[in-house]
T-cell receptor, first 113, second 114 residues
Framework: DADVTQTPRNRITKTGKRIMLECSQT?????MYWYRQDPGLGLRLIYY???????NKGEISDGYSVSRQAQAKFSLSLESAIPNQTALYFC????????????FGEGSRLTVL | QKEVEQDPGPLSVPEGAIVSLNCTYS??????FMWYRQYSRKGPELLMY????GNKEDGRFTAQVDKSSKYISLFIRDSQPSDSATYLC??????????????FGQGTILTVHP
């Protein structure tokens, strides 16, 4: 089983719908992140959490919200999806170690029509 | 202007070639520099990590950082078809709160053909 699991892997929805992307990890890391990947733009940080009681906005948090339900679970919500939120979304974990290495899930591809 | 600029390619080379991938950046606060490799339909995985200026070698891969020029490179020697992937440079500042808050380049798509 993957260390960082994202569900769903693919989702097509309509403008205005509420969408939740879920992430769970078995690495035991405290730190979890949501990134968005768009062609030509690389990955951009949406939200991050250093522990269950800590939530922080990233570079592009507008239109998104998150919930850290447990150390191992971090979900991303789009309250009212719009077409420019069509992207590949990645959840990642980190142990805060010297290298700051991130461990990514396999991604959730979201299409908003 | 983006903080990190990376030529998106695509780059196509024959097997055995030396590949050079590059990124420039504008934020002088960046202290830690990384290269991630992303295979199709997969998440990125850390390939190389370098702190401040200098070189680091790991097998066929060499990472170089020149902070005075705000320029980083990844060299792949004896490239193999299995090296075909998207390569993303990433960097962050110092301090514990910056862990995981990476600024990524756009990614370079590399294809190594037999």
């Amino acid at each position: 089983d993957a260390d960082v699991t994202q569900t769903p892997r693919n989702r097509i929805t309509k403008t205005g719908k509420r969408i939740m992307l879920e992430c769970s990890q078995t690495k035991g890391h405290d730190r979890m992140y949501w990134y968005r990947q768009d062609p030509g733009l690389g990955l951009r940080l949406i939200y991050y959490s250093f522990d269950v009681k800590d939530i922080n906005k990233g570079e592009i948090s507008d239109g998104y919200s998150v919930s850290r339900q447990a150390q191992a679970k971090f979900s991303l919500s789009l309250e009212s999806a719009i077409p420019n939120q069509t992207a590949l979304y990645f959840c990642a974990t980190g142990d805060g170690g010297y290298t700051g290495e991130l461990f990514f899930g396999e991604g959730s591809r979201l299409t908003v029509l | 202007q983006k903080e990190v600029e990376q030529d998106p390619g695509p780059l196509s080379v024959p097997e055995g070639a030396i590949v050079s991938l590059n990124c420039t950046y504008s934020n002088s606060a960046f202290q830690y520099f990384m290269w991630y490799r992303q295979y199709s339909r997969k998440g990125p995985e850390l390939l190389m990590y370098t702190y401040s200026s200098g070189n680091k070698e790991d097998g066929r891969f060499t990472a170089q950082v020149d902070k005075s020029s705000k320029y980083i490179s990844l060299f792949i020697r004896d490239s193999q078809p299995s090296d075909s992937a998207t390569y993303l440079c990433a960097m962050r500042g110092a301090g514990g709160t910056s862990y995981g808050k990476l600024t990524f380049g756009q990614g370079t798509i590399l294809t190594v053909h037999p």
